[in-house]
């Protein structure tokens, strides 16, 4: 959502977002300056299912897998940071007495993408302001090959939440659409490849 901000517009960006950005910067332009109608791919209609039955598995699951003798966990944790203006829902987030650990559940092949970890970084950096703990690795659940993955988050990943959202920003506000993803493999079965008429 889109608001006016000390007579300039605010945008409200999600952690999903910055992932979309990541993989083609034309989506995140698309959801935010030209709302249009997209269809919805098998993977998005999936993803409710997915969630629930990854939510169901790990409740059942100790924290061994994870390097943890004890913690809480908190399924579905709706978070906002006010100094990146940037907002998400974490699939997982383990809370232990010194520390916190996100988890993402991805339903995808071919392991951790850069994407992901941008997304990963982004969500460190939003728990780390807001829970006020350190967070000294996050994790991708793979689902279909069951795989848990360490991801480290280091400087180079937290610069590059900054400058991704600080350059997502300044595309929306003046309205610049970028170029689409190098990588014409990701076009087939994006939900807004109808609007890109310039690379087809």
Known sequence: MNLEHHGERRVDLTVTDLKQ?????????YHHVMP????RTYKMERGRDV?????????????????LDRGERRFG???HSASLELAGKLDLLIVT???????DFKDTEGGVRYNHRIQLAAYAMIVEEVLAL????TFVYLVPSRQL???AIGDKERAEVIRAVGEMRRVILGEDMPDPTPVRARCTACEFRNYCADIW
Do not use: M, T
């Not at 007495?97 to 988890?103: E, L, M, N, S």
């Not at 350190?134 to 690795?137: D, E």
């Open 51 to 67: 969630e629930a039955a990854v939510q169901a598995l790990e409740k059942r699951r100790g924290l061994r897998r994870y390097g």
């Open 97 to 103: 007495q010194d520390a916190a650990y996100p988890v």
């Open 149 to 151: 993955v360490r991801v």
């Open 134 to 137: 350190a967070v000294p690795i």
């Open 77 to 79: 944790v709706w978070l």
């Open 36 to 39: 249009v109608e997209f269809a």
């Open 21 to 29: 950005w990541a993989y083609c910067a034309r989506i995140p332009y």
